[in-house]
Structure formats: C-alpha cells, structure tokens
C-alpha cells in the first residue's frame, strides 16, 4: 500500500522495485519480438506507480492497456 521510496528507503526501492522492473521490462520487450506467447506474473506493487512495469514498457514505445 504504501511502497514508496520514503517509506521505504531509496535504495531498497531502487533494488527491489525499480531495478527489477527495469531488468524484467528490457526481457520482456526482448521475449515479444519473438513469436509465441508467455505468462509473466508478478506481485502488485510492480504494477502501480511511475516505476511500474507497464509505464516502462510505455515508455519503450510498447502499447500497454491493462485487461480485467
């Protein structure tokens, strides 16, 4: 709920949030260049905020919506 790098410290963020969606963002723009499909689950807090998966897959020039 309240993941922020205040709350949290700004190196613990950097390592557990934003250093991992980063390296997980680069693998998966990598994986959907290629054919197939895959499953990628990871806990909620990489998916919310400016650090998320999504806003740097965006960032990236891929198109991200989300699905319910």
């Given at each position: 709920?309240?993941?922020?790098?205040?709350?949290?410290?700004?190196?613990?963020?950097?390592?557990?949030?934003?250093?991992?969606?980063?390296?997980?963002?680069?693998?998966?723009?990598?994986?959907?260049?290629?054919?197939?499909?895959?499953?990628?689950?990871?806990?909620?807090?990489?998916?919310?905020g400016?650090?998320s998966?999504?806003?740097?897959?965006?960032?990236m020039g891929?198109?991200?919506?989300?699905?319910?």
């Amino acid at each position: 709920e309240d993941m922020t790098p205040e709350s949290m410290g700004a190196a613990y963020y950097r390592a557990l949030l934003v250093d991992r969606n980063a390296a997980w963002t680069k693998w998966l723009d990598e994986r959907m260049a290629k054919p197939g499909k895959i499953l990628l689950a990871v806990g909620a807090a990489h998916l919310a905020g400016p650090d998320s998966v999504q806003v740097m897959l965006a960032k990236m020039g891929r198109k991200v919506e989300r699905v319910q």
